[in-house]
C-alpha cells in the first residue's frame, strides 16, 4: 500500500518570498511522484513529475522538486511566488500500477 | 486541443434520490478515470476504465455508485441512492492509455446531498 502526507493544510506566504510545500511518502515499491496544481474553480492540473533519473525535477512557471529517497520525501520549492501562484497543490504517489494516490493538499495563499 | 468535459458543474440533491454525472474525455485518451473528492481531502479513484472495460473498480461503492463507459468514449457515473457522505466534488480525468502517468482532469462536479 501506498500513502502520501502533506503535513500543512494552509501555507500563507508574501509575494516575492520563497515557498516549500511538504510531500513525504510511503511505498514498498518503486514510487513515481506528482505534484499537481488545482486553481479556483478549475480542475487538477500536473505540475511536475518524477519517473526516473535527475531527482531534481523543474516546472515551466518556476517551481521545482527533489525527490529524496532517504527521507521518502518530494518537497516543492519556488524561490520568488507571484499572486498567481495562489492555488491548492496536491502530492501523489504512483506505483507501477499508474494508480494514483493524492495527499489531503497544501493550499497555498499569497500575500500582497 | 479541447480538455476532459464535465457536466453538470454543480448538483443539489436530497438524500435518497438519484443522481447521474457525465464526462468526455480528451479525444482519443482510452483511459478514463473517475475520483470523489471530499471536502480538506485529495482525490480517491472510485473506478478506472480502459476503453470500455473495467480496470480498477475495488473503491467503487458498489451498492450505490455505478459507472459506465458503453462505448469507450464518454461516461456516466450514477449514485442511487445518495447518502449525505456521498457530498463531494467526483472528478473525470483521462489518459492516452494505461502506460502514460500523465492524467488529464476536467472541472469537476460538485455534489450536495441534503
Known amino acids: 500500500a501506498q500513502s502520501v502526507t502533506q503535513l500543512d493544510s494552509q501555507v500563507p506566504v508574501f509575494e516575492e518570498a520563497p515557498v516549500e510545500l511538504r510531500c513525504n511518502y510511503s511505498?514498498?515499491?518503486?514510487?513515481?511522484l506528482f505534484w499537481y496544481v488545482q486553481y479556483p474553480n478549475q480542475g487538477l492540473q500536473l505540475l511536475l513529475k518524477?519517473?526516473?533519473?535527475?531527482?531534481l525535477v523543474e516546472s515551466i512557471n518556476g517551481f521545482e522538486a527533489e525527490f529524496n529517497k532517504s527521507q521518502t520525501s518530494f518537497h516543492l520549492r519556488k524561490p520568488s511566488v507571484h499572486i498567481s501562484d495562489t492555488a491548492e497543490y496536491f502530492c501523489a504517489v504512483s506505483d507501477g500500477a499508474k494508480k494514483l494516490t493524492f495527499g489531503t493538499g497544501t493550499r497555498l495563499t499569497i500575500i500582497p | 486541443e479541447a480538455g476532459v468535459a464535465q457536466s453538470p458543474r454543480y448538483k443539489i440533491i436530497e438524500k435518497r434520490q438519484s443522481v447521474a454525472f457525465w464526462c468526455n474525455p480528451i479525444s482519443g485518451h482510452a483511459t478514463l478515470y473517475w475520483y470523489q473528492q471530499i471536502l480538506g481531502q485529495g482525490p480517491k479513484l472510485l473506478i478506472q476504465f480502459q476503453n470500455n472495460g473495467v480496470v480498477d473498480d475495488s473503491q467503487l461503492p458498489k451498492d450505490r455508485f455505478s459507472a459506465e463507459r458503453l462505448k469507450g468514449v464518454d461516461s456516466t457515473l450514477k449514485i442511487q441512492p445518495a447518502k449525505l457522505e456521498d457530498s463531494a466534488v467526483y472528478l473525470c480525468a483521462s489518459s492516452l492509455n494505461r502506460a502514460s502517468y500523465e492524467q488529464y482532469f476536467g472541472p469537476g462536479t460538485r455534489l450536495t446531498v441534503t
Open positions: 518524477y519517473l526516473s533519473g535527475s531527482t
Open positions: 511505498s514498498s515499491v518503486s514510487v513515481y
